[in-house]
């Protein structure tokens, strides 16, 4: 049925609060979580209608799509939506780096394991194949693969509160991993340059455990108050906690297409429509809630079509 695939990464560049709803615990407005691992996401829908808000014509200054278009590669409005299908379909994003605080240089982009094995088998089924290899092993329990001492602090790999022992056994794959990800994920414009620089040397595949609970607990929880609009003052029992994944994350989302289930000039095949999405010229996109306070903006990197 998809007749052609492709990638799309997105950067986090302000704090990205993509809801699940009143929680339960001790933060009232948590984020979308996968329910096996506790990774953070965003759920596909909530990818794809940034995506068409960000590209309807009758809103967007620079008209990247016709009106045309943007219903054969989206699908109708509301109203006729029982008439077809849009053509582009979209996968949950996922988390692929994690910035966690460190004592040594500023923060490190944190992974493991298991989730660079995903998303390896995530890009082989969409006909990509990174070019570089799984470590070797696991890393141990309190210890790190690192690439160089950057993230060194006294000979430990310190992030938050927690002491890591750093293994250079895979410096090499470590920076392979980093190099990739600096020239395929990371956004290529100019005000990038330094991010794909530093990043071989600041990434840190931790424990899967490890990796877990700082998913978890180390995201970003923000307090917030609703103020009295005649008094200017704090008005009683209305304060919340809202949970957003912090900037410098990033996530990558599948992207796929079938063939046009609406005739429309110029998209004939998935593959013409899927490369009209990848050459957009969209180098940010705001995801998520909070929109009118400056939260959720992403910058967006979009892979080559398969």
Known sequence: MFEARSILYLYVEHPLHAG???GLGAVDLPIQR???TGYPMVQASGVKGCLRDETDPAR????RLTEDEWLTIFGPKTGEASEYAGSLSTGDARLLLFPVRSLAGVFAWTTSQEVLARFKREAANLGFSPSWDLPHAVPGAEQAYVNGDTLLAGGR?????????PDSSQASLVAKIGEWLAANALP????????????PFRLCILPDDDFRDFVLYATEVQTHIKIEPETKTVKSGALWTEESLPLDSLLYVPLLATPPRKPSA???DARTILQKVVTLDLPRANLGGDETTGQGMVALRFGGVA
Do not use: C, N
């Not at 967007?60 to 008209?63: E, L, Q, V």
């Not at 290529?188 to 990043?199: I, P």
């Open 20 to 22: 699940s709803g009143r």
């Open 34 to 36: 996968e329910r096996t």
């Open 60 to 63: 967007d200054p620079k008209k």
């Open 157 to 165: 790999v310190v992030l938050e509160e927690f002491s890591f022992a």
């Open 188 to 199: 290529a414009s100019a005000e990038y340059q330094y991010y794909r620089q530093v990043l």
């Open 266 to 268: 110029g998209l004939a």
